[in-house]
């Protein structure tokens, strides 16, 4: 079974743009879920997509959004980028996002802001 | 407000030996509690879940315990490799909610 993909692996923007990352998780699973990780602030939860519905969200600014399709595949946006947004993103997967279920993580986009 | 912390922040230890890392939250109320390993630039791996109704949890020479009214997991790491050198991360899942609150992480390495 394929693991969660992450594309692209890496992008380079600067700043004032804007960026969309995108996730596929696992096969069968339907929550997927986003992280922010930096080296000050560590892995910071963003948000978590069931069934192409948000359930939760973390502490961000409105300029973070994200969706999910009916494929479960989703997509996380980033507008008007600053340069503290420069981080790896990473996305995690589940068969249902139950609290007693494993997550399994991509390998994460690097996104560098300039 | 969940608040996870992992003690030591870094590691060095060399091959063979036993080590312990720790893992504190400062809200007992947890669904569970992971383990996972991050090699450099890459993604995470789930090494161990811990349910809330659970003690430990073993995986070959990897053990966690979880004592959730002190507020406490230690990941036990038997016999060390070289192989073993990353970032171990704890996570808690917090009631009633879908995300999980990381800890600082800790990052190990093994001379060999």
């Known amino acids: 079974k394929a693991g969660v993909t992450q594309t692209p692996r890496y992008l380079i923007k600067t700043r004032g743009q804007q960026v969309t990352l995108s996730c596929s998780p696992i096969?069968?699973?339907?929550?997927v879920s986003w992280y922010q990780q930096t080296p000050g602030q560590g892995l910071q939860f963003l948000f978590e997509?069931?069934?192409?519905?948000?359930?939760n969200k973390g502490n961000f600014p409105g300029r973070f959004s994200g969706r999910q399709f009916s494929n479960s595949r989703s997509e996380m946006n980033v507008s008007t980028l600053e340069l503290g947004d420069s981080a790896l993103y990473l996305c995690?997967?589940?068969?249902?996002?139950?609290?007693?279920?494993?997550?399994?993580f991509g390998p994460g986009t690097r996104l560098l802001v300039l | 407000k969940q608040e996870v912390t992992q003690i030591p922040a870094a590691l060095s230890v060399p091959e063979g030996e036993n080590l312990v890392l720790n893992c504190s939250f400062t809200?007992?109320?947890?669904?569970?509690l992971q383990w996972f390993r991050q090699d450099p630039g890459k993604g995470l791996t789930s090494l161990l879940l811990?349910?809330?109704?659970?003690r430990e949890q073993t995986s070959g020479r990897l053990n966690a315990s979880l004592d959730k009214s002190s507020g406490r997991s230690t990941l036990y790491i038997a016999a060390s490799q070289p192989g073993d050198s990353a970032t171990y991360l704890c996570?808690?899942?917090?009631?009633?909610?879908?995300?999980?609150?990381f800890g600082t992480g800790t990052r190990l390495k093994v001379l060999a």
């Open positions: 809200d007992s109320a947890i669904y569970n």
């Open positions: 811990i349910q809330s109704s659970q």
């Open positions: 995690a997967s589940s068969y249902s996002g139950g609290a007693q279920e494993t997550q399994y």
């Open positions: 096969s069968g699973h339907r929550s």
């Open positions: 996570a808690v899942s917090t009631s009633g909610t879908y995300k999980y609150i």
């Open positions: 997509y069931f069934s192409e519905t948000q359930r």
